[in-house]
């Protein structure tokens, strides 16, 4: 199935601003990310830190809803879904 | 009320004329600036979707924290140089104290969670800004 | 920087637009508008010399509490109309929430000991609007 | 001796805006109002409680300096003094 990823500010500048990703079914927002990490060094490095958790700064959503950091492993993610990933807003 | 991320400029005269009400007794704005911190250019990126559901979301909380009468929130985005305007927020209110802490609140809001971020262009280079919030 | 009693309506954008420096970041301005409390129209009178030197010693006063970058205040009186403005408070700072509690202070300051009266006209008749401070 | 008084508000309505009272030498600021008081019931009455102390809310100036309310019987005025009478303000 095929998942959107939306991604901005350096994040953007890594990951493109918006792209469509193969996944299984059945594939946790976990898996999603270690999809992509897998594939790059750089994004690796931009979403993990070295014992292999996510970085604090690094902020989910789904379907525009912010996904919880604890809840990032169980989320089943679904057809059509749209992942955004973003670093601390800076607008103000 | 508006509530909007875009490129172009605001006029803040025009919004408070509009924002006159005959209960109207305060109108506070707050409008941002792009400062000198030693850079030449900012460019201001937006999930323009998201940010602005947020947006009307922090104009709804104010609303319910403070009695106000109108809220408007223009968030600039895109290439800006020093001195241009950046953000304006005007609260309308009968009073004054609730135009200042409904103003202030929002911008509070605006810093810890709307999703918009900044890249400094320098002559050095450029560099994201961080956030202040996780 | 402007410090004013006056006859004069002003203009908001002019007045952020030409308090805009490299280290300016944030504009906070408040305007007082005649409200609409059933009366007709309202006459502002003041002890112009006296009131001119408390406006800038409020001035003075806001600058050494705060880091503000500047200060602009515009009082009107004479005989205005529900929905006129009656008030320009602009604060200009490098951070926004020293140019909110400059304004806000500036504001009450201005309440308290400024001297200026409003005299209120309603379809029965006129009143002197109480002051708040002794 | 020419004591220039200037009123506003509801006293400016009492008094004039700004009028010269001959008064004598050595005159106490309390002197002149109980001079003006004396002219007219409805200054009085604008100036002065039942029991003839001060309104609270009458506030004085002299010289464009505020007058503390206990020194108002030992302030001794001069030739030229501008005294300003009025309201608690109403501004903003």
Redesign the interface.
Known sequence: MIITI?A???F?EILGSETAEEVPEGITLAGLLEQIADRNPKIKTALYEDDSTLR??V?L?QN?KRVNKEDVQTIVLSEGDEI?I??????? | MVISITQEDFDVNAMIQSRKAPEVGGLVSFVGIVRDDGITKIELEAFEEAALEELNLIKDEAFEKYPLMSVDIIHRIGMLNVGDNLLLILVAAGHRKEAFDGCEYILERIKETVQIWKKEFTEDGERWVPGEHH
């Open positions: 939306k901005f500010a350096r953007r604090r700064y902020i959503m525009k955004a973003y670093p601390p807003v800076a607008g103000g």
